[in-house]
C-alpha cells in the first residue's frame, strides 16, 4: 500500500483486557488470562494513561477520515471506571484537530447504573449490550462469576438507558441453547427495545484440541465445545429470523447481517468482515497496547507489536497485518470457490475454517451448510429489495409481497 493511498483501518480496545464480572462458559477470551502479559501488576491489567493517551493521539492520527470512530470492548470495560473514560473523553477533545469523534462500548450491561447512563448520554457513546434472549435462554451461560443469573440486571439497564435515551444496539450469541428459537428471541429482543441488532455464532474448539498455544491451530477435525452452534443451526436461526423480519420490521428493525447482504447485493462492500473477500482491517489492541490482527487472533503469532514502541499506522499497514487479511481469499478450498453464493460469504471467517475435506489442501468453514442456507434464502428478498432502492424507493416497499415467498 502506498504512502499516499487514504488508509481506513478499525480498532477495538480491550482497556482491562480478558478482566470481566461476569463468568460466560462460551467466552473465548477467558482463555487469554493465561496468555497475556499483565501491563503492571499493580494495576489489576488496567490500561495505563501513558497507553490510553498515545493510543487515543495516534488513532486519531492515523485515520485519514473526518470522522473518527473507537470501540471500546472487554472482557467488560465498564471495569476500567467511569473516570478512566472521562479521561479517554478529555483526549479525544485534546488530539480531535477538528475530526469528529465517535464512540462505542460493548458490554454485558451489569454495571451500568445512573452516572454511567448519564455519561454516555452526555458523550454520546453507543452502546452495544450482550443478551441472548428471554430469561431462560440468557442465564444459559450468561452468569455471573458465582453462577448467579443476570437476565433482569440486563434488563433494568436497558431501562435506564431508554431513560437516559442512550443509543443501543443488542448483541445475541447464537449456541447450542438458543439456535433453534430465532422467533422467539427476535421477539423478545424487540420487546427489550431493540432496533439493532446483531448475532454472532460460537464455535469454539476444546482446548485440548490445539495443537499450539501461540496460534490459533486446530487438530484435524476438531472436537468443538458443548455450547456451540451446530453446523446447521446459525443458518437455522437466522432463516427463522428473518422470516419474521421480512414480512414486518424492514425500516423499523435492522439486523446487521441482513443489512449487510442486502449492500452486497446492491453492489457495495459487505459492513460485515465475514462476508468480506478479506480479512485484515479490524485489529485488536490490549490493555498493555500490544496490537494483534484481530479480535479472535490474539495469539502470539498474531502480535503485531505494541503502541508505545511502534507507531499505530506502521502496524496496521505491516505486511505481517497484510498477508493476515489476504489469507482469506488466498486460502480456500475448491468447494468453496465453485460455491455459487461465495461471493456473499468468501469462506466466511478463517477462525471458523477447521473442517478436513477429502482432496483439499485447505480447510473448509465449519458454518457452510449455515451460511448456503442464509443467503439462499434470503435471495428473493433481496433482489426485490435492491431493485426498488434502484428505482428510487425502499427496501420497506417489498413487504406487502413478500408472503409469497416466506408465507409461514
Known amino acids: 500500500m502506498s504512502k499516499g493511498k487514504p488508509t481506513h483501518f478499525h480498532m477495538m480496545a480491550k482497556p482491562v483486557s480478558y478482566r470481566c464480572n461476569l463468568k460466560c ?63 479517554v473523553v478529555q483526549y479525544q477533545k485534546q488530539f480531535a484537530n477538528g475530526k469528529t469523534i465517535h464512540n462505542s462500548f460493548q458490554t454485558n450491561a451489569i454495571a451500568i447504573n445512573r452516572q454511567w447512563a448519564e455519561f454516555f448520554a452526555e458523550n454520546r457513546f453507543l452502546i452495544g449490550v450482550s443478551v441472548d434472549g428471554t430469561a431462560d435462554i440468557h442465564d444459559k451461560y450468561r452468569v455471573s462469576v458465582n ?25 445475541t450469541v447464537i449456541n447450542e441453547e438458543n439456535w433453534n428459537k ?26 485440548e484440541c490445539h495443537q499450539r498455544v501461540e496460534s490459533y491451530s486446530p487438530t484435524v ?53 465475514v462476508q468480506s473477500k478479506n480479512c485484515g482491517q479490524a485489529m485488536v489492541i490490549e490493555a498493555n497496547g500490544d496490537m494483534y490482527s484481530c479480535d479472535h487472533y490474539v495469539y502470539d503469532d498474531n502480535r503485531l507489536g505494541n503502541v508505545m514502541n511502534t507507531d499505530i499506522k506502521q502496524l496496521a499497514l505491516s505486511k505481517q497485518q497484510r498477508n493476515f487479511g489476504l489469507d482469506k481469499s488466498r486460502n480456500l478450498t475448491d468447494a468453496c470457490r465453485s460455491c455459487n453464493v461465495q461471493a456473499l460469504c468468501y469462506g466466511g471467517c478463517p477462525k471458523h475454517r477447521i473442517n478436513v475435506i477429502e482432496g483439499e489442501h485447505h480447510r473448509h468453514n465449519y458454518l457452510c451448510p449455515s451460511y448456503k442456507a442464509i443467503f439462499t434464502h434470503t435471495a428473493p428478498a433481496m433482489h426485490h429489495m435492491s431493485e426498488a432502492i434502484r428505482r428510487g424507493g425502499h427496501a420497506a416497499d417489498v413487504m406487502p409481497m413478500m408472503a409469497q415467498f416466506y408465507n409461514r
Open 221 to 273: 477435525n476438531p472436537e468443538l465445545a458443548p455450547f456451540s452452534v451446530p453446523a446447521e443451526g446459525y443458518g437455522k436461526f437466522m432463516t427463522d429470523v428473518f422470516n419474521e423480519w421480512v414480512l414486518n420490521d424492514v425500516g423499523n428493525v435492522y439486523v446487521r447481517m441482513f443489512d449487510s447482504i442486502l449492500a452486497c447485493w446492491m453492489g457495495y462492500p459487505a459492513s460485515v468482515c
Open 182 to 207: 430465532g422467533k422467539e428471541v427476535y421477539h423478545a429482543l424487540k420487546e427489550l427495545g431493540s432496533q439493532f441488532l446483531q448475532f454472532i455464532p460460537i464455535v469454539e474448539v476444546r482446548p
Open 25 to 87: 462458559e462460551y467466552c473465548f477470551y477467558l482463555e487469554k488470562e493465561e496468555t497475556i502479559q499483565s501491563p503492571n501488576a499493580g494495576d489489576q491489567d488496567l490500561m495505563s494513561d501513558s497507553v490510553l493517551k498515545r493510543y487515543v493521539r495516534d488513532y486519531i492520527r492515523s485515520q485519514d477520515a473526518d470522522v473518527v470512530d473507537f470501540a471500546w470492548q472487554g472482557g467488560e470495560p465498564t471495569l476500567a471506571g467511569l473516570d478512566f473514560f472521562k479521561k
Open 147 to 171: 453462577g448467579k443469573p443476570t437476565f433482569e440486571r440486563v434488563k433494568q439497564s436497558i431501562e435506564l438507558l431508554k431513560e437516559y435515551k442512550v443509543e443501543f444496539n443488542t448483541l
